[in-house]
Nanobody, 121 residues
């Protein structure tokens, strides 16, 4: 079994910054893509950013230039640096990871429990 645990959420004023962290633990053989998604009240879960094990990144248009995703492969950890935050960034942020749990080439997708980010105007 694999667990993803997010931290770093909170309340911040518009224009401020937060840094989210997500640590993966458990039966991990290797991790491919790690990413962040967010879900505002009454809305669907949306893609925010992703990063491959090689460091290639992808961002939603709404966060480009403001958010930066990074990872520490040795620590099985992914980060999301969020700058110039806006009230519309308010959501529960979820970490995700594509994990291989053994030598067989089978990948499983895992989610964290989410961390609340609230941006006040």
């Amino acid at each position: 079994q694999v667990q993803l645990v997010e931290s770093g959420g909170g309340l911040v004023q518009a224009g401020g910054s937060l840094r989210l962290s997500c640590v993966a633990s458990g039966s991990i053989f290797s991790i491919n893509i790690m990413g962040w998604y967010r879900q505002a009240p009454g809305k669907q879960r949306d893609f925010v950013a992703s990063i491959t094990s090689g460091g290639s990144t992808n961002y939603a248009d709404s966060v480009k230039g403001r958010f930066t995703i990074s990872r520490d492969n040795a620590k099985n950890t992914v980060y999301l640096q969020m700058n110039s935050l806006k009230p519309e960034d308010t959501a529960v942020y979820f970490c995700s990871a594509d994990v291989r749990t053994g030598p067989r080439p089978t990948w499983y997708h895992y989610w964290g429990q989410g961390t609340q980010v609230t941006v006040s105007s």
